[in-house]
């Protein structure tokens, strides 16, 4: 009877160790997968992720009238407010009774700050093609223009209190992304200030 209870307790010490071994087994293995560097292409693939789940393309994109609405502007994606596009009309009442006005497409738009434009993100030298990633992070962190510490501050619409605390690697993915897209020459025209809004 104490073999048999000891056969028993043995068995179920193993059975304890084994299930313990592998857990922490398979534990290691997805510890190293999780801590593996993203190739090159896979930081692009999570950079285009995170720039359309931030919604960029709303303010940055051109767009067009489509079936369902509002349809970014393919060859213009995040090319920004089109410089040949003549600069829509101001409606002083609107703004005295507090309400903010947004272009058609989203990527103009009025407000007490007067008229800001969205700029032009794609990998272009009129874009984001000549910086550097630190500008990228202080433009995105620091609400500066171009990047530049001592430039003016980015002007309302443009969301970048949301990006202060966002993690750099997250950060370093949408830059990438953002450096690989096809570039477009678009130079975006200067804000307009408040006393000189039409």
């Known amino acids: 009877m104490n073999s048999l209870r ?11 160790v084994m299930v313990v071994s592998c857990t922490q087994s398979t534990d ?15 930081i692009i693939k999570r950079g285009e992720y995170l720039v359309g789940i931030l919604g960029c393309q709303d303010c940055h994109s051109p767009k067009k009238m489509g079936p369902q609405g509002p349809e970014v502007i393919a060859e213009l994606h995040l090319s920004g ?20 006005l947004f272009g058609g497409d989203g990527t103009s738009s009025i407000g007490p700050w007067g008229m800001s434009f969205a700029a032009n993100l794609t990998s272009d030298p009129t874009g984001i093609g000549t910086w550097s990633y630190e ?10 223009s171009k990047g530049i510490a001592t430039a003016r501050p980015l002007l309302p619409p443009m969301p970048w209190p949301n990006y202060i605390n966002m ?26 200030a408040p006393d000189k809004l039409q």
Not at 6 to 16: D, G, P, T, V
């Open 167 to 192: 993690a750099d690697e997250d950060m370093k993915a949408v830059f990438a992304y953002l450096k690989s897209t096809k570039p477009v020459s678009n130079v975006v025209p200067a804000p307009i």
């Open 28 to 42: 290691h293995t997805q510890d190293t997968a999780a801590t593996a560097p993203l190739s090159d292409s896979a």
């Open 6 to 16: 000891n056969f028993a307790l043995a068995l179920s010490l193993f059975s304890i």
């Open 135 to 144: 500008q990228f992070k202080i433009a995105l962190t620091q609400g500066k």
């Open 81 to 100: 407010y089109p410089a040949d596009r003549p600069i829509g009309k101001n409606v002083p009442d609107a703004l005295k009774n507090g309400w903010m």
